[in-house]
DNA sequence: ATCAAGATTACCT
DNA sequence: GGTAATCTTGATA
């Protein structure tokens, strides 16, 4: 097995808003390469997060050092610390200087899932429960593909982290909902995940 | 210099 | 169901 057989996404699927990339995130591969082996997970849910009218965005109030990978053109990886504790990655969306992204909240894992257990919970073997726990959370997906902010602003069209083609998805499969954990602009209807799946954060 | 908030998680009852 | 843990960031003085 090697990454070579993925079809990276190419540089023009991110510069679109990020209300309409969102939905169509779900199923792609989310990828990083490591020295003796790569981790993938599929795509299971993702919030947007948008540049106006916004105010859960932390775009929103414009460019602060915090957030100034959001402004870059779409296609590059911002990562940001939050709680003390987490880190959480966003795929950067539209043109440079609109400040946009979609956050990872949950995926599948498809490949190096031992290598996700050591970091999750020191050890390889996993009961049922883990598995399913292992990268259904925004700060779990980083902590298992150990990304941090050294990976803030990497571009996705790169070699190290990068997303590919999945399964395709129809929009009946796709759930449409209100974000989660955010006080400001609740009510946006932006969080998207699929319906089937087990391994989203949250109903 | 100080302070409050935060796109979360794990653990408790 | 609720909440403590934990610390960076950005705003204010």
Redo the contacts with the bound molecule.
Sequence with gaps: MNTTQYRKLPESFYQKSALEIAPKLLGKLFIKKEEEQFLAGKIVEV?A?AGVD?E????F????????V?FASGGAL?V???????Y?A?VVCDRKDV?A???I??VEPISGAETMAHR??QKSELTAKELI?LT????????AFNIS?RDDGKNLCGEEIFIAEGEKILKNRIARTT??????SKELPWRFYLKESRFI?AK
Excluded: W
């Design positions: 919030e997060y916004d859960a965005s932390h775009s109030g414009g460019e602060t050092k915090r957030n100034s959001m911002y940001y610390f939050i709680y003390g504790n987490h959480c966003n400040g992204a979609v956050l909240r949950a999750r919970f726990n259904n959370g925004p700060g779990k997906i980083c902590k902010k974000r989660i954990g955010i006080q400001k954060s």
